[in-house]
């Protein structure tokens, strides 16, 4: 199957920028602007295009195992906030995740060491002789970013960046990186990406292909999305691993090729990765939610939409993925759609996404058994709001 890599850079980007703007408070497109700002330092250093595009890559995954870390943490103490005082489990979850991407050997080491200070005071203790120089752009890139919110930029902003920069010099950044951002970012350039348009000028830096990859590398690949999205909060740790699977089982029971279980899993993995954009609040609230906070809720199935919506070599998976919310009888979301306008795939992750969430537990219930879920899916069936057929293949095939 070939899926274009930029595409899925860019949405893998968009899903972890409305994380780190929840957890750090920075601004939106963060990642974006981590993975330009190394790929100008990487084009003033004479990097290949091959070896920007991987640097590219890294950048944007610099904080992929955030929501991993935290919900981690918050599994043994729900008050755990984030601190910068324990910065090297993320960079290990990380690494491990980098793991699975098919341009992990030309970036290894990247995100594992992308908060080591020059000094040698960061998590490992490497000094920068000892830290690959990927990490090292990254670090530089994303501690500017954070200290200075670029999306908007001013001529004396800018000059406070690079005083910034050069005071610590030789502490946090290896001294010839100061001169490196200056030459490679001068600041037209960085005025350039303020907003969103640091998207189009991302696009042009990330590679532009799309490699024919086997089932397996696609699988891992999907996981390490599936972990992101699940990982936001530790009550839905295995929601979207268990989807895929189960929707890749359903595949294998209707007689599917290899190919289009491979892009079941892959929906299964990516449907819900819009939550990342729905405050923990909302998502691990103990009561029934209000009106009003349903309403936030519900927003998740078009985010989902519009991070995927760069997976353009797959547009079966985005809309199997995408409209996991909508209703047989029109009484759905986001868009309202009604039986003759759903296939069986995209109902199939319906009746898989509600199978699922109601036998895992949640803040306000426990999970229920086989029986009673199916029970209450069939009821849905006979309301004629999800598939009949599907339900009761379900039931079949996951009994006991
Ligand atoms: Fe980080
Ligand atoms: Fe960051
Ligand atoms: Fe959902
Ligand atoms: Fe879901």
Redesign the pocket.
Known sequence: MKISMSGTLIALSTALDYVESEVFGVTTHHSKRVAYLCARMGAELGYSPKELSALAGAAVM??NA?TEYIAARRAMDNSFVFDNAE?GP??KMGERNMRCLPFYESVKGAVLY??ENADGSGPFHKLAAETPQFAQLIHVA?QVDNAFHLDDVSERKYEEALKWLEANSGMLFDGSLFDLFRHAVPYPELKKIEGNAVLPLLEEVLPDYSPEYDSHTIISFATVFARITDYKSHFTSTHSLGIAEKSAAMGRFFGEDTDTCTKLYLAGALHDIGKLTIPNEILEKPDKLTDEEFAVMKTHARASYEILKNLTDIPDVISWACLHHEKLDGSGYPFGKTAAELNRNERLLCCIDIYQALTEARPYKKGLSHDKSIAIMQGMAQDGKIDAGITEDIAAYFKG
């Open positions: 610099h904080d955030l910065l993320h960079c992308h908060h994303d």
